[in-house]
């Protein structure tokens, strides 16, 4: 909250410490500085958030249910790390906070790439996807699920995160080129 209040540039060691109810003596004990606190509780809550989310695919039966629960806990994630998007917003925040959270984000995009590849790849095996690119249909659903995302924050657009996913899902999985029937 104190980062969000301040920005990054302006927060001190004593406004934490104040926040968190205690000495600034005892942050140091654990952390070297605001940028170590900073990145600890960005890195903790991506991390939170990525195993909740494979929890649940780990859930579910079906490649479909697998797909449909990423894309919506993936959007559910955008409003849970919303926090750090408005600290980001802030004009003075530092080059080295950027290149981290750039680095964290492609980090994580290339698992998301992975792990829906592998569901991708298990559903065509099982007989319930056709032979397709898996690797150009992983990186297409995580495009537009992180897509959707951003339209939340940057945007501030309220959606049903399941019915914008079905929505989504019932295209894909159907495809969009109307079939000719005679």
Do not use: W
């Amino acid at each position: 909250s104190v980062f969000q209040k301040y920005g990054l540039q302006k927060v001190t060691l004593d406004d934490i410490a104040k926040e968190c109810g205690i000495k600034k003596t005892a942050l140091y004990y654990y952390f070297k500085n605001k940028e170590e606190i900073f990145i600890t509780m960005l890195k903790r809550d991506v991390e939170k958030i990525r195993l909740e989310i494979h929890t649940k695919i780990e859930c579910e039966k079906t490649p479909t249910a697998k797909i449909r629960t990423y894309m919506i806990n993936r959007l559910k994630s955008f409003h849970q790390m919303k926090r750090y998007f408005d600290i980001f917003q802030k004009d003075d925040v530092p080059k080295i906070y950027r290149e981290i959270m750039f680095k964290m984000q492609k980090e994580n995009l290339q698992l998301e790439f992975k792990g829906l590849t592998q569901v991708l790849n298990s559903g065509v095996e099982m007989g319930v996807f056709r032979q397709i690119s898996t690797t150009t249909v992983a990186r297409m659903l995580a495009s537009i699920t992180i897509g959707m995302g951003h339209a939340f924050l940057a945007f501030d657009i309220k959606m049903n995160y399941e019915k914008e996913v079905d929505g989504v899902l019932e295209i894909i999985m159907q495809g969009i080129e109307k079939i000719a029937t005679d």
